[in-house]
Every structure is written in C-alpha cells, then in structure tokens.
C-alpha cells in the first residue's frame, strides 16, 4: 500500500525549530485533508495538526498552538510542518496521514489512514 514519506526529523536544542516535510508516494495528498500526529513509547498517538485540502483552514493540537504551523504545497503534493520554540516535550515520532472524512476537526488516529514511517524528533534540554 503506498504511503506518504515524512522526514526532517533529527536533534535540536531547546528553544530551536525543525521543519517536517510528508510527502506524497505512489498516491497523492491532493485532495484530501491531512494530519500531523506524534507517538511517545507507551503512549498513544496524539494530534499534532490538520490542514484542509486547499490550505485554507488548520486545526492545532492545545500543547502546539502558537507554536507549530501546518501548511501544504499541493503543486508539490507535500505538506509541511514548520515547529518553533520546540520543547523537550515535543521529542517523539512524527506522522502524516490522510483524514478519511476530509474533516480538519477530526482528530482521532482512527479518523486517519495511509500512515507514514514516521520521523523522530529529538529535543535536547
């Protein structure tokens, strides 16, 4: 089954920023709405941010807003997380997938399909 691509993970100090780029393989993300999620060892995964098909409209997760934005190249067929004032906290797997229902508001892993391999984010304290 094709799957989106992340990458632009890697170690970053506190305070810096890192952008993420999920892109499109073997199948496309235009048209669809599409989700950042992040996973910790243990934990569940947990919504990161979601961008409507045309880039118009995003949703952020409460421990992200004001400090993460969502955007996409649909020319490109790549959408992009741009993350600033990052946090140890924020140190997990990165993923990317599309919104079944084409609805920003939905939120839950299971509302999403096409998973990525996700990137790891480090943020050292």
């Known amino acids: 089954q094709a799957q989106p691509v992340e990458s632009g993970g890697g170690l970053v100090q506190a305070g810096g920023s890192m952008r993420l780029s999920c892109a499109a393989s073997?199948?496309?993300?235009?048209?669809?709405?599409v989700g950042w999620f992040r996973q910790t060892s243990g934990r569940e995964r947990e919504f990161v941010a979601s961008i409507s098909a045309s880039g118009g409209s995003t949703s952020y997760g409460d421990s992200v807003k004001g400090r993460f934005t969502i955007s996409r190249d649909n020319v490109e067929n790549t959408v992009f997380l741009q993350m600033d004032n990052l946090e140890p906290e924020d140190t997990a797997v990165y993923f990317c997938?599309?919104?079944?229902?084409?609805?920003?508001?939905?939120?839950?892993?299971?509302?999403?399909?096409?998973w990525g391999q996700g990137t790891q984010v480090t943020v050292a304290g």
């Open positions: 997938a599309r919104n079944r229902f084409f609805d920003i508001r939905r939120h839950r892993p299971d509302d999403y399909n096409g």
């Open positions: 073997g199948h496309t993300l235009g048209g669809y709405v």
